[in-house]
């Protein structure tokens, strides 16, 4: 029996929309393994399967993957659907790779070669996204140790000293819009007393 949804008013539907509900867990999953539709191969993560079923269930996905001979993108999205509902424990997996060796050698290779390569792009995408972020933080590093430079440098040659204890704090700094907040005041100062107070205040301000 169709469902249906209206809105409107009591004396007038504005808009009537009759649908089918389809309850994925009541599909016997086994009907949809011979099925050349790349839908009903993701839907079988949501079909109704008992527990011990999982790992068959799984199994049977992978092999209408090598029966649809989809471009990898479409097979890897595929997959991710797949798996965000159907995810097997690293035992299941175990008992995925004995399954493997029990069906055609060729489709088992086919198979291995299609995991391998969704494998081997997550590996290498988190490699270049590691990095990246590597990348950025040693140009952050980088910046602040220049900045610390400038500020003990133009302390040295402004005033002719270098105080230890400002040197120390200085090296401490881990804030990089500290250093910044510094060095744009630090030049206003007359005095190596009312430099010290910019530095101490800005560190202070930078703890709050």
């Not at 995991?115 to 990348?135: A, D, F, P, V, Y």
Request: proline fraction near 2%; charged fraction near 35%; aromatic fraction near 8%.
């Amino acid at each position: 029996m169709p469902w249906k949804f209206t809105t409107g008013f009591t004396f007038l539907d504005v808009l009537r929309f009759r649908f089918y509900k389809l309850e994925l867990k009541k599909l016997p999953w086994r009907e949809y393994i011979h099925s050349n539709n790349p839908v009903a191969a993701a839907l079988l993560s949501k079909m109704g399967f008992k527990d011990e079923e999982r790992v068959q269930v799984k199994l049977e996905f992978l092999r209408m993957l090598t029966r649809l001979k989809l471009d990898p993108a479409r097979m890897e999205m595929l997959a991710g659907f797949f798996e965000s509902y159907l995810k097997l424990s690293q035992e299941e997996e175990e008992r995925l790779n004995c399954e493997l060796g029990r069906i055609d050698k060729k489709e088992a290779e086919t198979i291995v070669q299609i995991t391998t390569s969704w494998h081997e792009r997550g590996r290498m995408e988190g490699l270049i996204e590691g990095r990246m972020e590597g990348l950025k933080e040693g140009l952050k590093e980088g910046r602040m140790e220049a900045q610390k430079e400038t500020i003990l440098k133009y302390l040295s040659r402004r005033f002719g000293e270098q105080p230890a204890d400002l040197e120390e704090k200085v090296q401490k700094i881990s804030d990089l819009q500290i250093l910044d907040r510094i060095l744009d005041e630090l030049f206003t100062a007359d005095t190596i007393e009312e430099a010290r107070a910019v530095i101490l205040g800005k560190i202070a301000g930078g703890l709050q």
